[in-house]
């Protein structure tokens, strides 16, 4: 089956620590994009990526980084720096042309404590 | 800016018709997408418009208007399970990137 697929659904991590959430689509997709959602509030872009191996930053860059090493794989890591990391966090993947629809991954719930 | 403005809330009676408002900035304007969310999921593709006019599909329809910078979702027959935030999502020329709206909590009673 084709999806999108991120892991965990749910990751606790201690204040001061990097975590790293995964991200991968088997859809064949170019672009991949990395959202954050807050109670309330819409779909914030913090990271995309149109090719292997480039990235852009979106409007919430700060405190995070990602990789694009592979067509497959989009991971984000959430580091010290970013000041309120606690999050629901969407992966999704789409088509490079415009007008194409965006599939989200099923979200990971970050809890710093 | 590019600024999607959408309510926050409403509550409809099950078997009702509800009309989702969007507006966008139009300057530079590709298109628009409706998603829904239901509460903790991904949000999943419900419809995209980049001419003026109603695309209806099923119980749901959505409609553009380019010179205005409007959109809305009409919803029909609202069933239990349309409980749900319906997000609106521009795109703009010169990159696939999507700027969302707040969203819109649906809130379907019986």
């Known amino acids: 089956d084709g999806g999108i697929t991120q892991s965990p659904k749910y990751l606790f991590r201690k204040e001061g620590q990097n975590v790293t959430l995964s991200c991968e689509q088997n859809?064949?997709?170019?672009?991949m994009y990395w959202y954050r959602q807050d109670p309330g509030q819409g779909l914030r872009l913090i990271y995309y990526?149109?090719?292997?191996?480039?990235?852009q930053k979106g409007d919430i860059a700060e405190g995070y980084s990602v990789s694009r090493e592979k067509k497959e794989s989009f991971p984000l890591t959430v580091t010290s720096a970013q000041k309120n990391p606690t999050a629901f966090y969407l992966c999704a993947s789409s088509m490079v042309t415009e007008g194409n629809e965006q599939f989200f991954g099923p979200g990971t719930r970050l809890t710093v404590l | 800016g590019q600024n999607i403005d959408q309510p926050t809330e409403m509550t409809a009676t099950e078997g009702a018709i509800v009309q989702i408002n969007c507006t966008y900035q139009t300057s530079g304007f590709n298109g628009l997408f409706w998603y829904q969310q239901h509460a903790g999921e991904a949000p999943t593709f419900l419809s995209y418009?980049?001419?003026?006019g109603l695309e209806e599909k099923g119980r749901f329809s959505s409609f553009l208007s380019r010179s205005k910078g409007y959109s809305y979702l009409l919803l029909k027959e609202l069933q239990m399970k349309d409980s749900a935030s319906y997000l609106c999502?521009?795109?703009?020329?010169?990159?696939?990137?999507?700027?969302f709206g707040k969203g819109n909590q649906v809130v379907v009673i019986p």
């Open positions: 859809l064949n997709h170019d672009a």
């Open positions: 990526s149109q090719i292997v191996n480039d990235f």
């Open positions: 418009n980049v001419l003026d």
């Open positions: 999502a521009v795109s703009f020329y010169g990159n696939n990137r999507l700027t």
